[in-house]
């Protein structure tokens, strides 16, 4: 067996707000093989965005081990966490956080821009930008684009400068049940073409059911299904 | 250290100014106020300092003998014996000397009192654009054109001054000595003044012949300053009034002044109000660095529209004044001044999105992407 691309054991995070400390993570341990696609499910305030902002590198870890592709995250600088946010993870978010004043094509070059990437779209994407229905649409502002399609977009930004693995945080949160349905598909689609490894947290079981694994997220702990 | 692709960037600082047109209007006109403030005060001192140079020139001398005790330009009141007129006649190369009495107004207005025959033969002649010079003893002015446009005159118009009606009997071609004229004598009875000159204007046989002759007055004039008209010309400098000086500095001031608060305004306002692009571009990968990047070139792009802004609206300014007080002022466009004003109100706007810029790019990027 290969070594898991996520490899995730006793992490803690503890927020300190005022004079109390809230325990979001409370010893959460997990493996993701390459290629995995994982849904997390779990109430509300459990601690499943805490862990999907540890993975991003968006914040740091209190304690544990937390293994990105070889690359421990407890031993992570500011300027780490950023090149980690830069080269080895995608984020999709509920609300879709386009940038408003830029093209729609723009928005996905500026993520390769911040990558230093250069040159056109290569072929493998040029595909995903087919299956995901936006090709023709990359002239276009987001707000000219209905809900779904921008969520489109954003995943398209997130694999653009193709990341170890993508975290989707209720990517279908605010769609309708047939956009939900597309961009479930296509986050499928992209998981099986691809062999995208992703992580997504959500609160609908036939969401979390496009997934090949679920796990329970319940006061700051994992447990699998 | 990392590379920018950059294009993107500036497309990205293009779109936002293009997105809130009237604050990056308003904000790159406040930022050229100060540009124009500048380019208007020095073009003003550089103008008048220029049009003074060209009319003392066109007086057509070559040494000027100023009174004992005063500087090369500045008003000087009549205090030199009008016997000297003649006994600089008689020195050798000397083809002609004319006494002239600047009389102060108040302020900085003057009037002269010449001997309009030998300024006239000096000067190789005045034009009249309308009228005839005035007469020896009269209670007549001739004007120039730019004092006659500024002050609605013309021939046979009534100019009170010194307590008395004086008529107005020509209006000259400009770029001689002065904008008004009286008749010497009755310049000097009249502010009881009898017998006395503020300045010499000598005109010489061979201007070659300059240093030479200097040197023999001032054997006689010891402490008289004798200047050639090219030393007089040098001393119209902005160096030379100091006043000029201190006020452009303190413009100068001003305009970084007026540039920190435009732009601190206007960033601190912007960065509040993307507060989530900016995290979106953090989740993405963005350092503190490319964030400082994308505020620092809006702020610079600002900063170029507000100076293009400015150096146009100092042509505005020209045309007003040249309009409206043609006699009281000139403005000249002075070209170097361009970058140096622009460049000082870029170092204002910098130093405005500084603290602007540091706030967003020290910026939590999950504090702006918590959800709602
Ligand atoms: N920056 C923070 N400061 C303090 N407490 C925080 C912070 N972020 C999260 N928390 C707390 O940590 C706990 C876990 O929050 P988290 O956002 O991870 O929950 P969640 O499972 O994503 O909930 P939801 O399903 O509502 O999105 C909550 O009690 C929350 O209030
Ligand atoms: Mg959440």
Redesign the interface.
Known sequence: MTEPIIGIRDLRKTFRSGEVDVHALRGVDLAVERGEFLAVVGPSGSGKSTLF?IL?G??PPTSGTVLIDGQDLMKMSD?DR??????SVG?V???Y??????TVG?NI????????R?GPFDQQFREVLDVLGIANKLDRKPRQLSGGEQQRVAIA?SIVNHPAILLADEPTGNLDTENSTAVLDLLRDLNRRLGQTILMITHNPEAAAFADRIVHMRDGQLHAS | MPRYNGFLVYKLVWENLKHRPVRTLLSSLAIGLGVTMMLTLVGVGEGMLRDQEARTRGVGADIIIRPSGSSAIGITPPNINEKLVAWAMEQPHVAQATGVVIYPLGGVSTVHGVDFEALTKMSDGFTFLEGRPFQVGAQEAVIDEYYAKEKKLHTGSIVKMLNRDWRVAGVFRGGKLTRMMLPKTLLQDVTANTGKVSVIYVKLDSPARTAEVIAHLKQTLTDYPIYSMDELASQFSVNSIPELKTFIGVVMTLSVLFGFLVVFLAMYTAILERTREIGILKALGAGQGYVLGILLRETVLLAVIGSLMGIGMSYATRWLIATFIPASMTQAIVYHWWPIASAITLGGALLGVMYPAIKAARQDALESLSYD
């Open positions: 902002h991003g968006l914040t300027s950023t090149r980690l946010r830069k080269t984020f978010f509920q609300k956080n386009l940038l408003p004043t830029l723009d070059e500026i993520a390769r821009d911040i990558a230093h250069k930004r």
